[in-house]
């Protein structure tokens, strides 16, 4: 559903955002270490640095300095922690809703997309072009897994339930306090014939147009003294039409002639910054609209739920888990994760709550008691 979606080949890097968590780690390895466990999932240090790693390279192709870069991801390394105990308790929990299919045939339509993009005729040509470009396929899929997957959650457990769960007296309500916002644009289409100066006298140009333009309002072939006489025009950006156009949005050159032409009809020749002449037909005309649209009364609604919707699901899924980060993290981490939670709960450390630590409600019930009773286990 379209209220949902909120995703050259020398550009293709840049179109697989998702990716760069993936890349391959060039610095030294050194012995893993445990960040956080997650119900049955572990965080590494390794991941962690991976993930900065992409970071810091992402801001270095906006233009900052390595050292400039690098001080941006130090500070904000709690919050990236943060957003990998999040995404894990996404993944963990698509597959608690047997998610699985319909995300590998997202998946597969995603990869079909980019194939079609960049005018690959087969998967192994699109894996070999990422290859060229130091980017491994198989971590590439993963990373738009891990994307899709996650899309796919907040959709079904968090959109979907905001979209559907509008009253009709809210969305009568709202309709009648933004019908300015919900009107639909008045647009225009049109298909044009382009006379060029290049090489040809100017007066000669001119006199051609009014000619043609004569011959089409006499019932003219239009396709027919386009493909005679016509060249690649501006208007349309060589594609010979343009469809759906708002009137509001028309660029000013556009609109004196176009105005109170009727669909079917032309307009008078006008001149395209010195290029050549241009006559429009226009092929579609389509009024503004203020009649009540449900879909589009919803989706107008959204906006205003889903953050913070989003962050109360998130909670949801941090107070039923298992959290545990390590003692070098839980400084940078617990502010940043559990911010939204309680506060008079401690995160389980390795050397166990503090008063300082925020926490699930999961760690409260599942921590060890003081009598020596009931460890916690991952779930």
Known sequence: MTAFKSFSVGLIVLALTAVTAFAQETQTRVIDEVVAVVNNDVITLSEVKRESKSAVDSFVQQG?????????????????????????????????????????????QHVLEVMKQYNFKTVEQLYAEMERQGVDPKEAKDGWRKQITQDAVLQREVQSKIYWGFTSAQLKDYYEKHKDKLTTPETVSFSELFLSFAGRDEAAVRAKAKKLLADLRAGGDFAKIVKENGDPGPVTQTAG??????????????????????????????????????????????????????????S???????????????????DEAFIKVSDPYRPIVAPILFADERKDKPVVSENGPSKNDVSTKSDAKNSKSKNGKDKPDHK
């Open 241 to 298: 039409k343009a469809e759906g156009v708002q009137v509001k949005s028309l660029p000013e050159p556009l609109v004196k002639p176009l105005a109170g032409v009727p669909v079917g009809g032309y307009t008078e020749p006008f001149d395209a910054e010195d290029l050549g002449l241009v006559i429009l037909r226009v092929d579609a005309r389509k009024a503004p609209s203020i009649e009540f649209d449900e879909r589009a009364v919803r």
């Open 300 to 318: 107008a609604m959204m906006p205003e739920f889903v953050g913070p919707e989003q962050k109360k699901y998130f909670a949801k899924l941090r």
């Open 64 to 108: 900052k300095s390595k050292e400039e870069a690098q001080r941006l991801v130090d500070e904000k390394q709690g919050e990236l922690i943060s957003n990998l105990i999040n995404e894990a308790l996404l993944l963990q929990k698509a597959k608690d809703l047997g998610l699985d299919n319909d995300i590998e045939a997202t998946l597969n």
